[in-house]
């Protein structure tokens, strides 16, 4: 069954025989005790590849907000939102104004927004950081992030971001056949972006197949988090076999990943491709994540259903209240798996019951 339901993106999985051989899975101690081995091999290895001071190992994003945005809120801060900022950072954030720390939102993708709100925050005497996503998945769009980083620095602030999206595929030098850049260091080396005042949170588990996450930013503020993170103090650090995955994931860019990234936009084109000959259509441009356009009359979640039953995994996801279909595209996927999973979705959609009006011109 081909599976388009996972966000491992360049199709890297780690079997076990990968790994090596390990001690202990767990040194059962917090990373503010010791570390485990390897794991600041990797982070020096995340922080060159996304072109930052330091680096340090989280066992996830949420334990890396709720840390982050706690630090930062001991200074006298005001945490601005964009809008469509993703769930986990949000939490992070409300976990923060929970404990005093002033907490907005302003338009997604609004630089004029974040600039007005900044400015009243700076008014106050407060110092406006700034949390968004590199990449929204959901528009296939990055918001603007150049501006929203001269608003940090401007102000004396940070700008946040949550990178799992964007890391381990995009990086340098957009052009030619890679329309986000080469390397793999995300957002930052995409857009540019350096300095004191930026901070990069993402997972490993997208792209690099890796469960555990990273911070990524200036050394100093990256000692500083170390030094008062309460999960460093109270919770087990990413396992070894995370560890050896994310190192692991890091030779396998250096070596081939500028071929599956390759090869992913080039799955994502044939998907578009197949969808305008049946004339369908997705959002998310050349990302891997392409979310169905569908009219008002087509019922998503029968459509998931349909689709299941012909053997092809989606996603069911929530567009505006409404239930539609995305599907998620690796480099390990072929070009059979890409004809059939489009041959599909177009018998479905002319399939009675997929749509209230049962035709393909629905949509």
């Given at each position: 069954?081909?599976d ?20 202990a899975l767990?040194?059962?101690?917090p ?51 964009d ?22 939102s302003?338009p ?8 007005r709100?900044?400015?009243a ?11 968004a996503?590199g990449w ?16 940090a ?28 850049g ?5 957002s930052?080396p ?28 200036d ?5 500083r988090?170390e ?5 460093r103090r ?23 990943g500028?071929a ?53 995994e ?7 209240g ?21 041959t599909?979705?177009?018998a ?16």
């Open positions: 069954m081909p388009f339901g996972s966000a491992l993106y360049l199709g890297l999985r780690h079997p076990s025989a990968t790994l090596g051989a390990w001690d767990t040194l059962g101690r990373a503010g005790s010791a570390d485990p081995p390897g794991s600041r091999a990797l982070a020096a290895g995340l922080a060159r590849l996304a072109g930052t001071g330091a680096a340090t190992l989280l066992p996830s994003t949420l334990h890396l907000f709720f840390d982050l945005l706690a630090l930062l809120g001991t200074q006298r801060i005001v945490l601005l939102l809008d469509a900022c993703y769930p986990v950072a949000r939490w992070g954030a409300e976990q923060a104004a929970a404990r005093g720390t002033p907490l907005q302003f997604h993708g609004s630089a004029s927004g974040a600039l709100a900044a400015t925050a700076a008014r106050a005497g407060r110092r406006p950081v700034l949390v996503d929204f998945a959901g528009g296939g769009t990055a918001p603007p992030l150049r501006a929203y980083a001269d608003i620095r401007r102000f004396d602030g940070y700008l946040v971001l949550d990178d799992t999206q964007a890391f381990g595929l995009f990086g340098h030098a957009p052009g030619g056949g890679a329309p986000y080469a390397g793999g260091g995300g930052l995409l857009h540019g972006l350096a300095g004191p005042h930026v901070v990069l949170g993402a997972s490993l588990a997208k792209a690099f197949g890796a469960p555990c996450a990273v911070l990524a930013g050394a100093d503020l990256v000692r988090f030094a008062g993170s309460a999960t109270h919770s087990s650090p990413p396992s070894v076999a995370a560890i050896r995955a994310g190192l692991g994931a890091l030779r396998l860019n250096r070596t081939h500028e599956l990234r390759a090869r992913l936009w080039g799955l994502v084109a044939l998907w578009r491709d197949g969808l305008a000959r049946h004339g369908l259509a997705a959002r998310g441009g050349s990302f891997p994540v392409q979310t169905l356009e569908l009219a008002p009359r087509v019922d998503g979640v029968r459509l998931h259903q349909l689709l299941r039953g012909a053997g092809i989606t996603v069911l996801q929530r567009d505006d409404r239930a539609t279909v995305s599907f998620l595209f690796r480099a390990d996927h072929g070009g059979a798996d890409i004809e059939r999973a489009v599909a979705l177009a479905c959609l002319r399939r009675p019951g997929s749509t209230t009006s049962a035709r393909l011109e629905a949509l």
